[in-house]
């Protein structure tokens, strides 16, 4: 089935430092990329949309200069956490979607767990 | 704008029967799909609907009634591995999918 990997799993990092989350699709060519973000014992909550070789789609209230997305390619998509805070410790999760498959599951990542210090 | 509605949590007896309920009003509407997410863990697909009624997958099955916004999941011989956050998700016209609040459901012996 398909699979979609993201790197890292967890990170820990120093307030004021950035952060490089990576997602990438293994066995498909993933037009949509989704990032999530997860508080505990809450739901996903949608960061913003990423088509490749397009600017993204932010959702209304996720700051699109501090949640950087890049989806350079069809297998590839990057968030970055600039300038990192502790209150954006959180569980991010990518999900990605192929070509023709608007209306099959998305495919998750395992998820990054970011704490900031 | 959307809204999903789920219980914020259940507790069911191992082997019973549980239903988890949700309702939703979105701009669009692509389908509906649940999923089993375990504490600290990525989401993991269970169903998905694009029509009225019923859809059997083994212990699971879910049901949907587009016309009232409503879509239950029903999970039978409840196992303790079943205890997990259940996803209710909606997905859009713009290809997107909006995920509720989750219900979390705790199996007892």
Redesign the interface.
Known sequence: GAVVSQHPSWVICKSGTSVKIECRSLDFQATTMFWYRQFPKQSLMLMATSNEGSKATYEQGVEKDKFLINHASLTLSTLTVTSAHPEDSSFYICSAKGQFSYNSPLHFGNGTRLTVT | GQNIDQPTEMTATEGAIVQINCTYQTSGF??L?W?QQHA??????LS?N?LDGLEEKGRFSSFLSRSKGYSYLLLKELQMKDSA?Y?CAV?TG?????????T?LTVIP
């Open positions: 692509n389908g799909f999923y600290g863990e990525a989401p993991t697909f998905y694009v956050s996803l997905g713009a290809n997107n999918l909006f995920f509720g609040t989750g979390r």
